[in-house]
């Protein structure tokens, strides 16, 4: 049953996403600010502009002292990644949804994702917004 009712729910969260509609579900759910926790990696949007949105995470990764290694930067799609303290990769998706707002995606370490790092770092993003 129990199994039955995880996967409806997050078949709902995919459609919701297909839809643009994630994030007004999210603050529904959650509180507005509040990020959601889905496949292994943290996800947030913020009411900010995809520029300020980069410098913010560009920022965050710094202030840890994270080298970034890799990082793509399109018209609505950013990319960064780095490692984290212990070796795990992290991964940050930044996309454009308005253009006053954007979606951050955080994933570190594998599959099933560190939330706390991941939490760390989203943090640190919103902090330097």
Same mark, same amino acid.
């Given at each position: 049953?129990?199994?039955?009712?995880?996967?409806?729910?997050?078949?709902?969260?995919?459609?919701?996403?297909?839809?643009?509609?994630?994030?007004?579900?999210?603050?529904?759910?959650?509180?507005?600010?509040?990020?959601?926790?889905?496949?292994?990696?943290?996800?947030?949007?913020?009411?900010?502009?995809?520029?300020? #949105?980069?410098?913010?995470? +560009?920022?965050?990764?710094?202030?840890?002292?994270?080298?970034? &290694?890799?990082?793509? $930067?399109?018209? /609505?799609?950013?990319?960064?990644?780095?490692?984290?303290?212990?070796?795990?990769?992290?991964?940050?998706?930044?996309?454009?949804?308005?253009? #006053?707002?954007?979606?951050? +995606?955080?994933?570190?370490?594998?599959?099933?994702?560190?939330? &706390?790092?991941?939490? $760390?770092?989203? /943090?640190?993003?919103?902090?330097?917004?």
């Amino acid at each position: 049953m129990f199994r039955k009712a995880a996967i409806f729910v997050f078949s709902g969260f995919l459609l919701l996403n297909m839809y643009g509609c994630f994030a007004l579900f999210a603050g529904a759910v959650g509180g507005v600010g509040t990020g959601v926790w889905l496949s292994g990696k943290l996800t947030q949007q913020f009411d900010a502009t995809y520029d300020r #949105t980069i410098q913010a995470t +560009e920022s965050a990764l710094r202030s840890f002292k994270f080298e970034i &290694a890799k990082e793509s $930067k399109e018209a /609505n799609v950013a990319t960064f990644r780095s490692h984290y303290t212990d070796g795990k990769e992290i991964w940050i998706d930044i996309r454009r949804v308005t253009d #006053t707002s954007t979606k951050v +995606e955080v994933r570190v370490g594998g599959v099933s994702g560190d939330k &706390a790092a991941c939490t $760390k770092i989203l /943090n640190r993003i919103k902090e330097y917004l």
